[in-house]
C-alpha cells in the first residue's frame, strides 16, 4: 500500500492544480464577504461510504490559508453512514468557500473509490484471491485512486510503464515473440516482476517455459481458468482480467487464480454525496 510519506508530492501536485483550474485568478463570489469574518463548516456525507482523502483535503485548505484549523473525526478507511459528521473547520468565513468545492472534489471522488473497492472486497473475502486495480485510473490521480483502492480493501497492480513489466499482444507480436520478450525484460531490468497475457493455452505454456513471473489469463472463462491453474501448477502467478464484472467476480475468484485485476475500481466509481454547512461565528 502507498503510505502518505510516498504519496506527498503528488498531493502537492494535485491540490495545486486543482486550485488553479478553480480559484483563477480569484474567488471573485468569496470577496463579496468581509475578510474579517469567521466561520465554522461541518462536512456530513449523505450516504454510506469509505472514507479516503483525508491528506488532500488537508491540503487544500492549508494551501488557501494555512490559519485553518481541521478537526476530523474519521479516519482513511473508516466506514461512515447517512449524516455522519466526517469534520469540521474554522476560520476565515472567505476562505472555507474557497477551498469547499475543491476539497470536497478530492473527498468524494476518493471516498467513491475506496467504497466500491470495499463492495468488491467483501465479495471474494472469503476466497484467497487479490483483487488488484489497473492503469485506468483519472487522469492527475493515479497515486490518489491507487491509495484509495488499498483503503477499500483491494490491491495495486504497477503503478505504471515503468514499475513493472506487463507483456501484451503488440509488445509480444514487436518482440518476434513471448520467449523473446521475456528473456529480453529479464536481461534488461532484473528484479523487476515480468508479467505475460497470454489469450490460450499454447501462449500460456510459452509464457510458462519462458520463465514468467506473472501469467495474465485475457477473457478465459472460468472453466479454463481452473485448467490453467492446474496445467500452471504453481510455476507462476496466475491474473484473471477481461470483462469481468460484479455478477461474475465470485465465478472468477474461485477458479484458484491468485489475482483478478479490474479497471472498473477506478473508471466505474461513482462519487460520494457531501454536504459543507456553514456557520457564523
Not at 491540490?15 to 456530513?44: K, N, Q
Not at 471522488?109 to 492503469?135: E, F, I, N, P, W
Not at 513471448?178 to 525484460?185: D, E, F, G, T, Y
Request: aromatic fraction near 4%; charged fraction near 25%; hydrophobic fraction near 45%.
Amino acid at each position: 500500500m502507498l503510505t502518505l510519506e510516498q504519496l506527498q508530492p503528488a498531493i502537492l501536485e494535485n491540490v495545486r492544480a486543482a486550485l488553479a483550474e478553480d480559484v483563477g485568478t480569484g474567488d471573485i463570489t468569496a470577496d463579496l464577504i468581509p475578510p474579517t469574518d469567521l466561520a465554522r463548516a461541518r462536512v456530513i456525507t449523505r450516504e454510506a461510504a469509505v472514507v479516503c482523502g483525508r491528506a488532500w483535503v488537508d491540503e487544500v485548505f492549508r494551501q488557501v490559508d494555512a490559519r485553518l484549523h481541521l478537526d476530523w473525526q474519521v479516519q482513511d478507511g473508516d466506514v461512515v453512514v447517512p449524516d455522519q459528521c466526517l469534520f469540521e473547520v474554522e476560520g476565515a468565513a472567505r476562505s472555507l468557500l474557497t477551498a469547499e468545492r475543491a476539497a470536497l472534489n478530492f473527498l468524494q471522488t476518493l471516498s467513491g473509490t475506496a467504497t466500491l473497492s470495499r463492495d468488491y472486497a467483501q465479495r471474494v473475502a472469503h476466497t484467497g484471491v487479490r483483487l488488484l486495480d489497473t492503469r485506468k485510473t483519472l487522469p492527475g490521480l493515479r497515486l490518489a485512486q491507487k491509495y484509495a483502492v488499498s483503503c477499500g480493501g483491494c490491491f495495486n497492480h504497477r503503478i505504471g510503464l515503468y514499475d513493472a513489466f506487463l507483456i501484451k499482444e503488440n509488445h509480444i507480436l514487436a518482440s518476434g515473440g513471448i520467449a523473446q520478450a521475456v528473456s529480453r525484460a529479464h536481461q534488461m531490468h532484473p528484479g523487476k516482476p515480468v508479467e505475460v497475457e497470454v489469450e490460450s493455452f499454447e501462449e500460456l505454456e510459452q509464457a510458462l517455459e519462458a520463465g514468467a513471473d506473472i501469467i495474465m489469463l485475457d477473457n478465459f472463462t472460468p472453466e479454463q481458468m481452473r485448467a490453467a491453474v492446474a496445467k500452471t501448477s504453481g510455476r507462476a502467478k496466475l491474473e484473471a482480467s477481461g470483462n469481468i464484472t460484479d455478477a461474475t467476480l465470485l465465478d472468477y475468484a474461485q477458479t484458484g487464480v491468485d489475482f483478478i485485476s479490474i479497471g472498473a475500481l477506478t473508471k466505474h466509481c461513482r462519487a460520494i454525496d457531501l454536504s459543507m454547512r456553514l456557520q457564523h461565528l
